[in-house]
């Protein structure tokens, strides 16, 4: 009987898909050669072990739990058997690619909506130098973040793998909206802190969920320590930092 290690990817690499890794031996060496099936949930009623989190934040927190007395059909194989380790990196490499700027685009979007309604005090808060300088320097980050992303993408249509440029969008494009979504607010004031289920939310809402949401994004999908290993390690021929 085969143990089997199903692993839950996370979303953005698999679309929520079970994914199971058969292990070849059980008490191998160090890294053990798997594959990586496509599952179902695991059936109730089979033997479930010890429940880990098994990387966290070079490999966004993939959580893996064990069974004994499950079979997998061979068909739902993802890749080679016994390169499951590889498919794994592959999804991963991707989510590590993953681009921000849409979140970024729509923040600018609707601040600069605000800003160009009247205000209170007749004229709108477009008017004011420093409001016109804020958008702009938000604007032209949001250029180079779309640019970045539209770079790794390329190079994916190409067959090339952006190994460091994917993190390089993934690590500016999210630093970005907290930069941003921070300035923003403070520019707008406190009428920016009220949420999507107040009436009155500003915008419904949109800059206050763009200062809260934004942190999470510069953890999941790989944290910007990680992503700035990453471009140091692989691009820049950075020593490894020690283990
Ligand atoms: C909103 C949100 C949604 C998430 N969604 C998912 C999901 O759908 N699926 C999923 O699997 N996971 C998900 N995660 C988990 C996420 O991937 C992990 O939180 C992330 O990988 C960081 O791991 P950790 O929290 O264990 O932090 P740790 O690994 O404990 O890191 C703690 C701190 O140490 C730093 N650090 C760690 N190692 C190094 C290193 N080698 N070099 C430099 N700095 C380092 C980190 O950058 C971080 O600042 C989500 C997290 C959040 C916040």
């Known amino acids: 009987m085969r143990r089997l290690r199903p692993v839950l990817l996370s979303v953005a690499a ?32 089979v033997n479930c072990g010890s429940f880990n989190i098994l990387w966290t934040a070079d490999f966004t927190g993939t959580n893996i739990t064990f069974y004994d007395g499950v079979f997998l059909e061979d068909r739902w194989r993802i890749g080679e058997v016994g390169a499951g380790w590889q498919s794994l990196m592959m999804a991963l490499q991707d989510e590590h690619s993953a681009g921000f700027s849409p979140h970024l685009d729509r923040l600018v979007e609707r601040t600069e909506s605000w800003a160009a309604s009247p205000g209170p005090d007749d004229g709108a808060p477009i008017d004011k130098e420093d409001v016109r300088r804020r958008l702009i320097r938000a604007a032209t980050d949001l250029e180079v973040a779309q640019l970045l992303e539209v770079r790794s993408t ?3 249509s190409i067959g090339e793998v952006p190994v460091a440029e994917g993190p390089m969008g993934k690590l500016f494009s999210t630093e ?10 403070a520019m707008v004031g406190p009428d920016a802190l009220r949420s999507r289920l107040d009436p009155t939310a500003l915008e419904n809402g949109l800059i206050e969920h763009a200062l809260r949401y ?20 692989r691009l820049l021929g950075l020593p490894r930092e020690p283990r």
């Open 176 to 185: 970005a909206v907290v930069r941003h979504a921070e300035a923003l607010t």
């Open 14 to 45: 698999l679309l929520a898909a079970g994914i199971a890794a058969t292990a070849a031996k059980a008490d191998g060496p160090t890294i053990t050669p798997v594959s990586l099936h496509v599952t179902t949930p695991i059936p109730f009623g």
């Open 214 to 233: 934004s942190l999470g994004m510069t953890i999941y999908g790989g944290t910007s320590e990680i992503q700035r290993n990453i471009i140091g390690e």
């Open 154 to 156: 390329y190079m994916v």
